[in-house]
């Protein structure tokens, strides 16, 4: 068995902007504490972008950063591995990689997709949760364009919250600018499913309005309050019994929680972490969880934490900070989210940006957003390569490369 002072489970957003942090705050203070993060994966993936790389607009390595730079020339340490349970009596976690002991552990191992149990759904759906499932999706995608010489196609996104409107928004602005000049003998529709009354319900009355005009005039055709009852190879079938045709359906409906894969039942409350102020776990303070895997109420609420990349974010500087404040015998404040704003793309130039009342439309939000992710990426030359990159973008193609048939690697970290 290994030990380390700090462990990190999970490189989501969350995991990773804990180690990111918490590694400066260690350094500037002279604390001599070792870090090492464990993933699945040898890369850090930001996965609001990832439905921008499933329709070809931004290239893979865009969304993903290999994790063994960020530990290069420190005293931390990255494990690939899979976790296979933690035992906090123990202070102990086991993975495929070992046993690893910690004195502080942070649990960011965020959510899988929830299918709600429909019939069909994952089998038959793509979703955008994951690099490989973003790139695969646009494999699937060009492969039934190239076998379609002249067709007219249905794409069904299930889902009408804010990753379905992304990915209807991306691949209508795909179909329209790019798909209309290189398939030129190929229609593709887009039909955008939701459950609800409206599309992203969390968002401002007068965003609804907006979101619905866009998409409108990008020619999505969106059913609200229509539920799927099954999804089959080719069509999907709504609970009133109407069947649409389906050449690509894809998933992007609901959390499943799965925190009881890795801790004892007592340390778990519908599938999450529950934590206190200060994130911690109210049977262990040297437990702490974040992101999609953690429970915490609103104070004076019954709601949650939103599982959204800007809580992940927060609660993960949060606890770096937390975590030195202990090591230095000071007071710790306690945790409370106030989200800063809310950014959504919708198609290449056009974003909706809220905070608070305000509410921006348009190219100058989605601006904005591309801005806020290179502010998150680490390096200035890397930072440089994806602003030229983008810049050379705006005057080409969509990357339309199948993958899968011709044998390249689209980028050696996700092999």
């Keep these: 068995m290994t030990k380390t002072d700090i462990l990190i489970l999970g490189a989501g957003i969350g995991g990773y902007e804990t180690f990111r942090t918490l590694a400066k705050l260690l350094k500037r203070h002279r604390l001599k504490k070792i870090i090492t993060i464990i993933d699945r994966n040898n890369y850090f993936t930001f996965t609001p972008m990832l439905h921008e790389a499933a329709a070809g607009a931004v290239e893979p390595q865009h969304c993903a950063i290999p994790l063994r730079e960020l530990t290069e020339k ?91 409107v ?52 990008m020619s999505v055709t969106v059913h609200l309050r229509s539920r799927v009852q099954a999804v089959k190879k ?60 953690m429970l915490r109420r609103e104070p004076g609420s019954e709601i949650p934490y939103p599982q959204l990349a800007e809580a992940a974010h927060k609660e993960g500087m949060y606890i770096a900070k937390a975590i030195v404040r202990r090591a230095k015998s000071q007071k710790i404040k306690p945790f409370v989210f106030r989200p800063t704003g809310t950014l959504m793309p919708i198609g290449n130039w056009y974003g909706v940006l809220t905070i608070g009342k305000f509410c921006l439309f348009g190219p100058l939000a989605w601006w904005i957003r591309r801005t806020v992710y290179l502010l998150f990426i680490p390096g200035i030359l890397r930072k440089l390569k994806i602003v030229t990159d983008w810049t050379l973008h705006c005057f080409g193609f969509h990357h339309t490369l199948l993958v899968e048939s011709t044998g390249l690697e689209v980028i050696d970290i996700t092999s």
């Design 74 to 164: 420190t005293p931390h340490r990255f494990i690939k591995a899979e976790i296979k349970g933690i035992d906090p009596s123990k202070k102990q976690v086991q993975t495929s990689a070992g046993t690893i002991g910690y004195d502080t552990c942070v649990v960011a191992l965020g959510s899988a997709i929830n299918f709600f149990n429909i019939p069909g759904a994952e089998q038959y759906a793509h979703n955008v949760r994951t690099l490989r499932s973003a790139l695969r999706l646009h494999d699937a995608f060009i492969a039934l364009l190239e076998t379609s010489p002249a067709a007219n196609l249905n794409l069904i996104i299930v889902g009408g919250g804010f990753t379905g």
């Design 166 to 217: 992304e990915v209807a928004g991306q691949l209508a602005d795909f179909i329209k600018k790019d798909i209309a000049l290189l398939y030129p003998d190929i229609t593709v529709k887009i039909h955008l499913i939701e459950s609800g009354s409206i599309l992203a319900k969390s968002m401002p009355h007068k965003v609804h309005k907006k979101i619905a005009a866009r998409l409108k005039a």
């Design 234 to 293: 080719e069509a999907i079938q709504l609970e009133n019994g109407k069947e649409i045709k389906s050449d690509l359906t894809i998933w992007t409906s609901g959390f499943k929680n799965f925190a009881q894969c890795y801790l004892p039942q007592q340390y778990c409350e519908a599938g999450r972490i529950p934590v206190t102020s200060y994130l911690c776990h109210e049977k262990d303070n040297s437990l702490f969880a974040i992101g999609d895997i």
